[in-house]
């Protein structure tokens, strides 16, 4: 089988994608994987057989790194949609080029990557959309991710997926024009199905995460496959500086909110959190990220402060982990088996958070303007409730245990025939 994987984001979004390259060349299958340019370094050495690695997005991610730490909040992030356009046409085009330079069997896609079912399409192969999250499939048990925690009855939380719809919606004009160049025929409804393919048949979906986190709803259909998380394991060496840290003490909290720039309010933030820390007395390991939390010396002995380290070497050295609710940052806290506190900014985020707390893994989540008057309250709680100690352990225990690349590897091989 010859795999054509495409995806588009920062270093967490990209991680779970070069594992499933790197466990489909284990299995001895080709794969081709389009990401940004910088990223290479995450692409696991391949196994039985080749891993291609070609550029797919790399002006989308230079904007995003540029735009994102100034953007002052949730609505400013609207802003990025014109800037992006242009940016997003010439990754249509990169993917093109990818999925014409070599003889795919199938090609799994990320709904960031919009060219991925109509290059399946004019190919004529399978078109296998994948998210870290439960968007996509209506379900009655909950709604789409980015209305957190609440529900909305039955009909209500089936209803919020045509959410699904919005890239047809925003983009039907690009996307339509992308495929005049590929010479398919049939143009693209602006309220089309994204789980439906052009045959009426329906679109298979592969979810990267753990039924332990979200359990599978009772009215998923037989095509859409929760798999277990896809982690992506290097044998990453810690900073030696933090590992001297680690060694000097008691196990810290970490607290990092990843690529969530909003840079306006970095100094308040990185303020409030050095702030809990002394107000608590807890060793803390503090990561800025590129834009989350202001750069800067730590306020005591007790509290480093770094630019990043990988989740997998660092969170099981820490007593808790507190993050901005990530897919990928929340997998690596649950998988550790460590109590989590989420602090959501937009998105999908909220909804992480209350999983977390729900499986009784940790606090409430905390908004991010309650930082400075809530995060030391918070922080106690996080530490000091034995129940989340227990919870998270099991739940990583549960989390452990399950095998998503290979999940993921065999429905392929299935799919692909």
Not at 68 to 85: E, I, N, Q, W, Y
Not at 169 to 179: S, T, V
Not at 286 to 314: E, K, N, Q, R, Y
């Amino acid at each position: 089988m010859r795999a054509l994987v495409m995806t588009f984001g920062t270093r967490g979004d990209i991680q779970p994608y070069a594992a499933l390259a790197g466990a489909l060349s284990r299995a001895r299958h080709d794969v081709t994987l389009a990401i940004p340019e910088g990223l290479g370094d995450l692409v696991p050495p391949p196994g039985a057989r080749s891993i291609d690695v070609v550029p797919a997005g790399s002006e989308m991610l230079r904007l995003v790194q540029e735009v994102l730490p100034d953007l002052s909040g949730p609505r400013d992030a609207l802003k990025t949609l014109g800037v992006m356009r242009e940016a997003m046409r010439g990754h249509l085009d990169e993917t093109r080029r990818a999925a014409e330079a070599f003889a795919v069997d199938v090609i799994v896609y990320h709904p960031k990557c919009l060219g991925g079912p109509h290059l399946a399409e004019a190919l004529g192969v399978p078109g296998v959309l994948s998210i870290p999250l439960p968007f996509y499939t209506p379900t009655a048990a909950h709604p789409v991710p980015f209305f957190g925690g609440v529900s909305f009855g039955a009909r209500g939380n089936r209803a919020t997926y045509a959410l699904g719809r919005f890239p047809t919606l925003a983009y039907g004009r690009m996307i339509n024009d992308f495929r005049a160049q590929l010479g398919l025929t049939g143009r693209v409804g602006r309220f089309d199905d994204p789980l439906a393919n052009p045959d009426g048949s329906p679109v298979q979906v592969l979810y990267p995460y753990s039924r332990h986190v979200v359990p599978v709803p009772n009215d998923y259909p037989p095509t859409a496959h929760v798999t277990g998380y896809w982690f992506l394991d290097r044998d990453e060496r810690l900073d030696p500086a933090l590992a001297d840290f680690l060694d000097a003490g008691e196990p810290p909290v970490y607290v990092g909110f990843g690529s969530m720039g909003f840079g306006r309010g970095a100094e308040r933030r990185r303020a409030a959190v050095l702030g809990a820390f002394a107000q608590t007395g807890l060793r803390g390991v503090v990561a800025t990220g590129w834009g989350g939390i202001a750069a800067g010396s730590a306020a005591s002995d007790d509290v480093l402060v770094i630019d990043g380290a990988p989740h997998d070497a660092l969170f099981p050295r820490c007593a808790a982990v507190v993050h901005h609710g990530g897919a990928g940052s929340t997998a690596a806290g649950l998988r550790a088996g460590r109590p989590s506190l989420v602090v959501p900014f937009l998105g999908d985020q909220p909804f992480w958070g209350n999983r977390v707390h729900a499986l009784g893994a940790g606090p409430k989540p905390l908004a991010p303007a309650r930082l400075e008057h809530g995060l030391a309250e918070r922080l106690a709680q996080l530490v000091g409730a034995p129940s989340y100690a227990r919870r998270a352990g099991a739940v990583g225990e549960g989390i452990r245990g399950e095998d998503g690349l290979g999940a993921a590897v065999g429905i392929l091989e299935e799919i692909v025939g």
